[in-house]
């Protein structure tokens, strides 16, 4: 397996786009899943997908030779875009913020309600990551829902395996509280979304 892992950080790095449309295939999802936690916006990750992918393939002579699966690279790109995307974001609502309110339309479509309820939980995943430090959120977006392990998630941030240890367990500790000041009703359908939920959530360990 790390042969053939390998083998596709080569073909990446020369510049086979082959190989990378095969990377993108594998990993755009993932990738998008990401940063949709990150910023909280389905056009905004959107965004930061194309961007990331732009990103690695402008530097792509910068990939080990050796090191296993891209996709913690790939994420590492991602967390950076995502951070620049929620300031940008945020500016753009500071300003709307200040325009006339638009006329209500209603929405007759029918995803709309599903829509709904996934921006409900979107909403409730974000409430909670909202109350913690940028770098925080960012170890526990890749370490929980991304499944990276430790030395996975300090290869994609570029910081040590003990940061990621540290920041990690500030951050559950920190929703874990957060949850006890702050207790919130039972989520619908067994939905995990409480600050509590997310600081209960397993992480992998690195691989022995």
């Known amino acids: 397996m790390r042969d053939s892992e390998n083998e596709v950080r080569r073909r990446v790095r020369e510049g ?16 998008y899943n990401h940063a949709l936690r990150l910023t909280g916006d389905w056009s905004t990750a959107e965004e930061v997908m194309s961007e990331t992918f732009l990103a690695a393939w402008r530097n792509r002579e910068k990939v080990d030779e050796e090191g296993g699966p891209l996709l913690p690279w790939l994420l590492g790109i991602a967390t950076h875009k995502a951070d620049n995307a929620r300031r940008g974001l945020r500016r753009r609502m500071l300003f709307l913020a200040r325009q006339p309110r638009p006329r209500e339309v209603e929405d007759f479509a029918p995803t709309t309600v599903g829509r709904i ?11 909670a990551l909202g109350k913690l430090r940028r770098q925080e959120r960012e170890v ?25 240890r540290s920041r990690l ?40």
């Open 16 to 31: 086979e786009r082959a190989a990378f449309a095969q990377l993108y295939e594998e990993c755009a999802r993932a990738v």
């Open 117 to 127: 309820d996934d921006e409900r939980r979107l909403r409730a995943i974000q409430a």
């Open 140 to 164: 526990l977006a890749l370490c929980v829902w991304s499944g990276l392990d430790y030395q996975q998630t300090a290869q994609a941030l570029g910081i040590a395996v003990g940061t990621v």
């Open 169 to 208: 367990s500030r951050a559950r500790k920190k929703l874990a509280r957060l949850a006890e000041e702050n207790p919130e009703p039972p989520a619908a359908r067994g939905e995990m979304t409480s600050a509590a939920a997310l600081a209960a959530l397993p992480v992998r360990e690195e691989p022995t």
